[in-house]
């Protein structure tokens, strides 16, 4: 059974790292304070241009909720068209009406205008009021994956009904854990749920390298980056279940 995972890169250095330590997708993101939002142009062309694994930028216009005005719905778009001609193998993006359920007319729209760029519908699935219904509306959107943690903080607590989603697509789209995912505990995430694909932050704070910090300012000023030695980790600990 081939296995893959993908990790979050805020910056890019953590690109260039994921890669090294042999992660398979990278999402890209920004301001890992709000979730990830849609990063810069300069960001994606140069995280394009450094890697050659699959790269995949979300595009969330802000952080908070899941249910857009038609200002953001359009940025949305822009940054969709912007992914695939900077040659994206992919983006993230998920959208929910007021009630919960899955805004299935601009999911559909935003997947079309993607192709032939693969889509995966992130934890915008987990606020979803019903997810075996939300599973069966990505799917008729065309989305290509789920991202995850089966409705709770972490994908560990989700795993029961990650297993039952999973069970319920039939191959039909993949359903991706993701959420506190480390070296310690992916396996047994993937014997419990049966899933093939995951997703990790992966993630450690590195402080700054500058010689002179201002006292005054009080701060300590920090950079989230990818921890290589942890995504090496969890790459061995799946290759061992194959």
Do not use: W
């Amino acid at each position: 059974m081939k296995f893959s995972l993908e990790v979050i890169a805020f910056n890019i250095e953590s690109c260039i790292l994921a890669q090294a330590a042999g992660a398979h997708r990278i999402e890209l993101c920004d301001n890992p304070g709000e979730g990830g939002t849609t990063t810069s142009y300069g960001f994606i062309k140069a995280a394009r241009a450094s890697v050659q694994i699959e790269l995949y930028p979300i595009i969330r216009p802000r952080g908070g909720d899941f249910h857009y005005s038609d200002d953001e719905f359009e940025i949305m778009k822009t940054d969709v068209l912007l992914c695939k001609s900077l040659g994206c193998d992919g983006v993230v993006f998920g959208l929910l009406n007021v009630d919960g359920q899955v805004d299935i007319e601009r999911t559909k729209l935003l997947t079309q205008m993607a192709y032939p760029m693969r889509v995966t519908f992130h934890r915008a699935f987990d606020r979803a009021n019903n997810p075996q219904q939300a599973l069966e509306d990505i799917i008729q959107c065309g989305c290509d994956r789920i991202l995850t943690s089966g409705q709770q903080p972490t994908a560990m607590e989700g795993k029961l009904l990650i297993a039952e989603l999973i069970q319920q697509a039939d191959d039909r789209i993949e359903l991706m854990p993701g959420s506190g995912l480390r070296a310690d505990n992916i396996a047994g995430i993937a014997k419990a749920t049966g899933a093939t694909a995951f997703h990790s932050s992966a993630r450690i704070k590195k402080l700054s390298s500058m010689q002179y910090t201002q006292p005054n300012m009080q701060e300590q000023l920090e950079t989230v980056m990818i921890d290589e030695q942890e995504v090496k980790n969890m790459i061995h600990a799946l290759n061992m279940l194959t």
